[in-house]
T-cell receptor, first 111, second 117 residues
Framework: GENVEQHPSTLSVQEGDSAVIKCTYS??????FPWYKQELGKRPQLIID?????GEKKDQRIAVTLNKTAKHFSLHITETQPEDSAVYFC??????????FGAGTRLFVKA | GAVVSQHPSRVICKSGTSVKIECRSL??????MFWYRQFPKQSLMLMAT?????????EQGVEKDKFLINHASLTLSTLTVTSAHPEDSSFYIC?????????????FGPGTRLTVL
């Protein structure tokens, strides 16, 4: 079945450094790739997304890249801040708007 | 953006009882809603797709007779956990897509934390 792999599971960076999270997906029909930030006990919050006809998208300190041929997509956070600490999930959306989530990356930003 | 609510936010019940969770789209009509389950420190696992006016589509391994889904209107889907057991304790989150928005964005409810004693 459909699968999304996410790495790393845990990432610790110093404040001001960059953080990169990588995902791969298996379903060729996936055409929409959102990234979510989830704080403890809260709902996932959409932080950025990318569609299959675009290779890169940037929103201030956050950027996402997509390599549809290789079925890879990545999240890049620059100039990290302590408030960026959270769990980040990548996801792939295919037919029927069915969303498959990656396992999550717990990001720690040390002040 | 669009708003999705869930009720209750937290519920504690005894083993063997049934629990109903409501998911509402407050400012848009959702023909499709999704139900997820999230265990501690794990990812969101899609349980089922709820379709207004028709039967829900369940993911492999999810018992449709245990997790009853009803999508009776364009703004309400309910998930009933029947004969709940401690292993059903989890964070249940719904999401909905606004078809009039012209995007693929899904909006998540705030979640319901279920604890079965």
């Amino acid at each position: 079945g459909e699968n999304v792999e996410q790495h790393p599971s845990t990432l610790s960076v110093q404040e001001g450094d960059s953080a990169v999270i990588k995902c791969t997906y298996s379903d060729s029909a996936s055409n929409y790739f959102p990234w979510y930030k989830q704080e403890l006990g809260k709902r996932p919050q959409l932080i950025i997304d990318i569609r299959s006809n675009v290779g890169e998208k940037k929103d201030q300190r956050i950027a996402v890249t997509l390599n549809k041929t290789a079925k890879h997509f990545s999240l890049h956070i620059t100039e990290t801040q302590p408030e960026d600490s959270a769990v980040y999930f990548c996801a792939a959306v295919g037919g029927g708007f069915k969303t498959i989530f990656g396992a999550g990356t717990r990001l720690f930003v040390k002040a | 953006g669009a708003v999705v609510s869930q009720h209750p936010s937290r519920v504690i019940c005894k083993s063997g009882t049934s629990v109903k969770i409501e998911c509402r789209s407050l400012d848009f009509q959702a023909t499709t809603m999704f139900w997820y389950r999230q265990f501690p420190k794990q990812s969101l696992m899609l349980m089922a797709t709820s379709n207004e006016g028709s039967k829900a589509t369940y993911e492999q391994g999810v018992e449709k007779d245990k997790f009853l889904i009803n999508h009776a209107s364009l703004t309400l889907s309910t998930l009933t956990v029947t004969s709940a057991h401690p292993e059903d304790s989890s964070f249940y989150i719904c999401s909905a897509r606004d078809p009039s928005g012209g995007t693929d964005t899904q909006y998540f409810g705030p979640g319901t934390r279920l604890t079965v004693l």
